[in-house]
């Protein structure tokens, strides 16, 4: 006859078993386990406690034999399960990661998860499945700036404190480049995507004679505006922010003369 294993267990865990078997907040699967631990640590055999809690014989030994293999947290949680066996041999799982991290698809700077399924012959739900284990994002990408400015720390804390603490009546311009005319060479090498991390593009890029575009935008009106340049130097820079302030002036002029005129016909209607 099959004997069952002993249960004991010292006093913290009575008390531990004894709050989840009385907690009504407690899962259901765990207030069972609690109270057949409990009983068999009184001696009760496994037939008995399975007519009184109204469970199989087997789930009694099952949780019995937990419980003295693993202590208290063999009843916990549930014990791992092998799961359904894969369908995709990992000859196959190694195709798609192999493609996804050093083949550019035809026509497409990456592969998505349909036009790879497609190539491998497999559903897109399993290519995503597949990504998404090994932590592959091919349609993201990082950018990174490297900066060569010695001064570069002292920079940033001006303008940085220009924003926490402005002066008064301070004006701020913001200038970002835009100059995407043509094929740009970035100036660090490109970093491939790899499993956990995404593709990395330096912000930095070499000239190739672009033709620079200055633009000012009105947040006001919403007008904007623009001038072309051959070279992108200072000088440059200054005739436009010259031409910005007389496009200001002319407006403020326009602006007033309309006012006037406005003025004048209503005086001239009302008197």
Known sequence: MRIAPKVTFNSADRQQLQKWSRGRST??????????????ADGEMNRQIATKLQVRQKTVALW??????????????????????PRINQSRVDEIIDKTLHIKPKGATHWSTRSLAKEVGVSHATVQRIWKSHRLQPHRERGFKLSSDPEFNEKVRDVVGLYMNPPDKAVVIC??????????????????????????????????????????????????????????RHQEFLIFLRTIDCAEVAASASAFQ?????????VAKYG
């Not at 899962?27 to 068999?40: D, G, H, Q, T």
Request: aromatic share 6%; hydrophobic share 40%; charged share 30%.
């Open 258 to 266: 309309a006012s006037f005129h406005a003025y004048r016909r209503v």
């Open 175 to 232: 200038v970002d480049e835009k100059a995407g005319i043509q094929a740009l060479d970035r100036s660090q090498t490109l970093l491939p995507l790899r499993e956990g991390m995404l593709a990395s593009r330096s912000w930095e890029y070499k000239r190739n004679g672009t033709i620079d575009l200055f633009a000012a935008l009105n947040i006001l009106d919403g007008k904007v505006i623009t001038q072309t340049h051959k070279k992108h």
């Open 64 to 85: 019995r034999t937990r419980f003295v293999t693993y202590g208290i947290d063999g009843i916990r949680k549930d014990a791992p399960r092998p799961g359904r066996k």
């Open 27 to 40: 899962p259901a699967r765990l207030v069972l386990r609690s109270k057949i631990i409990l009983s068999a």
